[in-house]
């Protein structure tokens, strides 16, 4: 049964511990610490990575340190904590450990700032969390209802003012009868003694995770997204160092977006809309230019057999054309636009028997593209070439 020192003592980075077993995991080497401050992956919080470094083990190398072996995952198996190694560790051993720090008082201040969070959707709107998880980013808490933004910041306010009285995170440890007579937020899942995490006056919960030892450590704690989720929420939230990340891409983001439009950041919102409703603008006025326009041009190309690649016009287009010849005389038509991926359409009249989409097929299968449409109007666009070869190759298949 491996010690676990992080229970007792979650700011102890560096330990000392022999080797008590070693095997292979997954085709790489493991081993078990008789005691080990490296946190496995268990409730939400991602396991330890670090070092441990073999000391040496008779009279003349006492005192001399091995090479480091890093530590690449570290499990939680029924008693044991094992850890997966770069190399293998001799059994016997006394080994030192070193725990990636950066690492894992960012899981404390997540993990922390999670508890206050979830404390406080509970108290303030009695909506209870479900499961919480550590992401690489950014974190997440799975709430079991709904919540408004309103709400979420309602519930954020309460958790920094929780965080800037920077409270006692005390760690109890019970039976579970004394556990059933106290106030905890969730039923512990398991008998036997409980380990608490005790938050002055916010938060009572048995957790067998690392947290910081006061509420100030955490920084900050921010949400900033939410989504719907299996009938409740799920909230995305960040503590510290993260918060800061969050904010300095937020404020990329926004930087970017200001620089584009040359607006203030609180003119974004209005102005996209303002974009938004010029665009739509634009594109009804496009259509109903390029439909007299469309008028113009099938005036000028109308023959028996038009075969053009002609400037300036979309698929669309080039369909309001098409279909402007067939109606108005009797014509086989495929029309082109002018560059590359070439869009496409191939129509006739209908005292004409050409099959229109067999034609484009043909095209599509030669020149790349998709397309497909009725025997007497078909569409397509992406074909690729030299535009004369698609050209003279229209002409032969509607001749
Ligand atoms: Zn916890």
Known sequence: ?????????????????????????????????????????????????????????????????????????????????????????????????DVDWVRRFDHMQQHTGQHILSAAFDRLFANRTVSFHIGA?????????????????????????????????????????????????????????????????????????????RTGAIGAIIVPAIERFKGGVRVTFACGGRAVRVFRSLRESVAASVRALSVHPQELPAAVERMQ???KELRRSMKKLQESLAAHEAARLAAPVVIEAIDGWDANGLKVIATEITSRTSAVVALFSSSPPFAAVVARSPDRTVDASAALRALTQRFGGRGGGKPDLAQGGGLFGNLEEILSAARELLR
């Not at 190398?61 to 939680?76: E, F, P, Y």
């Open 137 to 213: 980013d950014v974190s997440t808490v799975d709430l079991q209802k709904e919540m408004s933004w309103e709400q979420i910041a309602r519930a954020e306010d309460e958790a920094n003012r929780i965080v800037s009285e920077n409270r006692e995170v005390a760690i109890r440890f019970v039976s579970s009868d004394e556990a059933a007579t106290l106030p905890l937020r969730k039923e512990p899942a398991r008998a036997g003694v409980l380990r608490l995490i005790d938050i002055k006056d916010c938060d009572l919960s048995a957790c067998g995770g690392t947290h910081v030892a």
């Open 1 to 97: 049964m491996t010690s676990r020192i992080y229970y007792t003592d979650p700011y102890c980075r560096r330990f000392e511990g022999v080797v008590v077993r070693a095997f292979e995991h997954d085709g790489r080497p493991a081993a078990v610490l008789d005691r080990t401050a490296f946190y496995p992956t268990s409730g939400g919080q991602p396991f330890d990575v670090g070092t441990l470094i073999e000391q040496g083990g008779s009279n003349e190398q006492r005192g001399t340190l091995g090479s480091a072996v890093q530590v690449i995952d570290t499990i939680d198996q029924d008693e044991d904590v094992f850890h997966v190694l770069s190399a293998p560790l001799t059994v016997g051993a006394r080994v030192l450990g």
């Open 277 to 279: 409703a010029e665009a």
